[in-house]
T-cell receptor
Framework: RKEVEQDPGPFNVPEGATVAFNCTYS??????FFWYRQDCRKEPKLLMS???SGNEDGRFTAQLNRASQYISLLIRDSKLSDSATYLC???????????FGKGTRLHILP | SQTIHQWPATLVQPVGSPLSLECTVE??????LYWYRQAAGRGLQLLFY??????ISSEVPQNLSASRPQDRQFILSSKKLLLSDSGFYLC??????????????FGPGTRLLVL
């Protein structure tokens, strides 16, 4: 099993719709989780951290399910500008190892 | 505020030529520094990371090397480039381990094409 797995997509979603995607991780000792956004030919940028209790930032909601070892990202009222690749990141604090998923591509359609 | 710089932004090099990519961080001290490569359509591959001056850990065997001559400077080098070295090279920094600041912040990247 890969350390961090994501559905590569692409997810083609009409503007205004709600979209969600998950990321699974294999190491139960993982302690920190993040979602990054990467636009085409640009560097990844931090979108949000994922807290145990779940957290929301505007139209974005991130959740962590430790029992099933996955994190999720929900985007409501999607905008054309949300089109990007979303990278899941997991940190093993014990060995200071940070693992990036390969990303999920999202296309918001007008 | 912290900023991270990389140069050059793009580079086209012949096979067998040397390489030197530079990354500098401003506005923080003693950061963890990282070099990643992202090949076309692929995920991020960690190449090297450094927790301090002169301290380099290599994640994958390759013909690349890294050096950290100063606290906020990280250099990626090669003596002879291969075609497979083409890709998008990203430098990143994070706070020291133990501070809870595992978030990584990326530079704008260098796009390398080896011909």
């Amino acid at each position: 099993r890969k350390e961090v797995e994501q559905d590569p997509g692409p997810f083609n979603v009409p503007e205004g719709a709600t979209v969600a995607f998950n990321c699974t991780y294999s190491n139960s000792a993982s302690q920190s989780f993040f979602w990054y956004r990467q636009d085409c030919r640009k560097e990844p940028k931090l979108l949000m951290s994922v807290y145990s209790s779940g957290n929301e930032d505007g139209r974005f909601t991130a959740q962590l399910n430790r029992a099933s070892q996955y994190i999720s990202l929900l985007i409501r009222d999607s905008k054309l500008s949300d089109s990007a690749t979303y990278l899941c990141v997991v940190n093993h604090s014990g060995d200071d190892k940070i693992i990036f998923g390969k990303g999920t591509r999202l296309h918001i359609l007008p | 505020s912290q900023t991270i710089h990389q140069w050059p932004a793009t580079l086209v090099q012949p096979v067998g030529s040397p390489l030197s990519l530079e990354c500098t961080v401003e506005g923080t001290s003693n950061p963890n520094l990282y070099w990643y490569r992202q090949a076309a359509g692929r995920g991020l591959q960690l190449l090297f990371y450094s927790v301090g001056i002169g301290q380099i850990s290599s994640e994958v065997p390759q013909n690349l090397s890294a050096s950290r001559p100063q606290d906020r400077q990280f250099i990626l080098s090669s003596k002879k480039l291969l075609l497979s070295d083409s890709g998008f090279y990203l430098c990143a920094w994070s706070y020291l381990r133990g501070t809870g600041g595992e978030t990584q912040y990326f530079g704008p990247g260098t796009r390398l094409l080896v011909l």
